[in-house]
């Protein structure tokens, strides 16, 4: 049969890593391998704000957050209980073109597995397993029946499930995704698009801490998954004509200063609401002027390292139902009213941050073995895959990354 990309790609995201992690990763064998035999970047520039589903949004998509509409994790639920919000998680959420849609334009099979906002993906990703969390006292099956390919799930949950899967906790849900795409590649067609979101490392550094024994754990755990996945390609004699795109979103630094209650100060001063972004938080008023006065003349004791107004969040690209948010000191994050936030490691602080700083790799025939480039943007990524497969997504933010 003849083929109808000139390459197959396999798009996958490391979560929580960045430049601050370079030195760790690339000691590692699957992280060195993709640097020496393709083309490396240390210095991609992610979008505000700086969470998962913003930045993975874009990834997919070459548009920034003021287009693809993914504000947030989360879309705000006031006073809702953390484990009773539903997040983004359906892919009709996305306002702009995704890359999955564009392959299955083009007659090409896609998977995805973890991905943020993938659900209900079907017509465009025929092997949809996407990342979408139970809430309390929903059962996780049926939670998960909603949003991925129905057959598909049934079928392999008979055939595997909970005799391969240790548990749904996240790192043994990202070793079973990666089982699943071992099996993706073992099909008649493989699926020319695969996207996983790989987020044990996330996981960890929110629960143990940047450092820790468990960080160090997870990031060896990504290193082998990425080598089963490499694997699983090489035993099909796809390596010539697959390329990988290893990504990460945002790094994290540890909280160790604590949460600051921003949401109930602001309540309770009258000024209106908060929605933290982890370090960092939306502000909400009905009166910006006085929130901005009363932001400024507070500065100190609410660790606000910076203010971002309405002119400077367009400029950034912010999505668009954002006028007023803040940024705090290191060390520090802002929690909403009614959850207790008990996060050892975040993110969400500003672009510029040096933790912000994320990673590519971009290792396959088009690609230049050897190279570094000095800069990159996440709104990269979709129109240069979009280019080696030749996909149509005419109107990205990001521009086609030099390739052969
Ligand atoms: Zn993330």
Known sequence: MKRKTPYNVILISVDAVSKEDEQRLLQLPVFKYLKEN??????????????????????????????????????WQADVPEDLRRWYWAVNEIGAK???????????????????????????????????????????????????????????????GAKVRKSIKRNDLDDYCCFLVERLLEKKRVPELITVHFADTDFSRHDHGVGSSEDERAMLHTNDMLQRIMDGVRKRGLEEDTVFVVMSDHGQENVDHGYIPLDSVLCDAGIGRAQSIGMGAYVYADNEQDAIRYLEEHKNELHIEKILCNEELRKMHAPKDISLAVQAETGYGYSDRNCECNHVGDHGFGVDHPTAKALLWLCGKPFEKGAEIDSARIVDIAPTIADIMQLSMPDCDGTVIKHK
């Not at 099979?109 to 017509?123: E, I, Q």
Request: net charge positive; glycine share 6%.
């Open 38 to 75: 393709g083309t490396y970047c240390n210095n991609m520039t992610t979008v505000f704000p700086t969470i998962t589903y913003p930045i993975h949004t874009s990834a997919i998509t070459g548009v920034y957050p003021d287009r693809h509409k993914i504000n947030h994790n989360e879309p």
């Open 98 to 160: 995704t890359l999955w849609k564009a392959a299955a334009e083009k007659g090409l099979k896609t998977a995805s597995l973890l991905w943020p906002v993938s659900g209900k993906g079907t017509g465009a990703i025929r092997w949809d397993f996407p990342e979408c969390m139970p809430l309390r006292g929903e059962n996780p099956v049926i939670k998960y029946f909603k949003y991925a390919t129905k057959s598909w799930l049934a079928y392999t949950e008979l055939k595997w």
